[in-house]
């Protein structure tokens, strides 16, 4: 039997409500267990991992999700406080991942290894760095007089779009993080797929509502 457009609509809806209620289960648990793996503070080299958990999976996929219609945990605030809380956790997840990306620097000059040899000193120094200047390009949204030959919808559409390329290059650099010698042998077997898994899921729910908001904007200019 076909489904009506209204069952539809709500399974989609209710399909939306459940994969953003495991995105934020995921991006919490997920540096929950690195935490436990790196126990922070028995080694400087501990903090790293925690710290970039911390930033790419819990801080910024909650960044994201405050605007998602249906799993936002500010859904009830106005859209005001909402961009005011993305900005503060976007804050803080930049701030720890300079903090990580600091400490990993040291550590490797202190055991004489080298910087950024590895795809995953690449892409965590890659993701790091346009963290900054996405937060650094948030500001034009604050003040959007700067520039003046953008309308603000284009630029939130921009800022947007340069924001998932940022995620995601962030989520990647977790998952080159998890095929380091240290994370494969202290995780193996199911245990290091189900880790792997993590990012892909935020990934693939934040690329959703992303580009629904993209739908959603096309349809209201017609």
């Given at each position: 039997m076909a489904l009506t457009a209204e069952t539809e609509s709500r399974l989609y809806r209710s399909l939306r409500v459940a994969s953003g209620a495991a995105a934020h289960l995921v991006a919490l648990g997920f540096p929950?267990?690195?935490?436990?793996?790196?126990?922070?503070?028995?080694?400087?080299f501990s903090w790293h991992p925690l710290l970039m958990a911390l930033a790419f999976s819990f801080l910024m996929t909650e960044a994201l999700l405050i605007f998602s219609p249906e799993t936002s945990l500010l859904r009830s605030f106005s859209r005001k406080v909402r961009v005011r809380a993305h900005w503060a956790l976007q804050l803080l997840a930049l701030l720890c991942a300079l903090l990580g990306l600091g400490i990993i620097t040291y550590n490797k000059h202190l055991n004489g290894k080298g910087h950024f040899v590895t795809w995953h000193g690449l892409t965590g120094l890659l993701a790091v760095l346009y963290a900054g200047?996405?937060?650094a390009g948030g500001v034009l949204l604050l003040y959007p007089k700067l520039m003046k030959n953008w309308t603000l919808a284009k630029l939130k559409l921009y800022h947007a779009t340069s924001g998932l390329v940022?995620?995601?290059?962030?989520?990647a650099s977790l998952m080159l993080g998890m095929?380091?010698?240290?994370f494969t042998t202290t995780v193996t077997g199911a245990s290091w797929y189900l880790a792997m898994l993590c990012p892909i899921i935020t990934s693939l729910v934040i690329m959703n509502q992303v580009s629904n908001a993209y739908l959603y904007r096309k349809r209201s200019q017609h």
């Open positions: 929950a267990a690195v935490a436990v793996l790196a126990r922070p503070g028995s080694s400087l200047g996405q937060c940022g995620y995601l290059l962030g989520c095929c380091s010698l240290w």
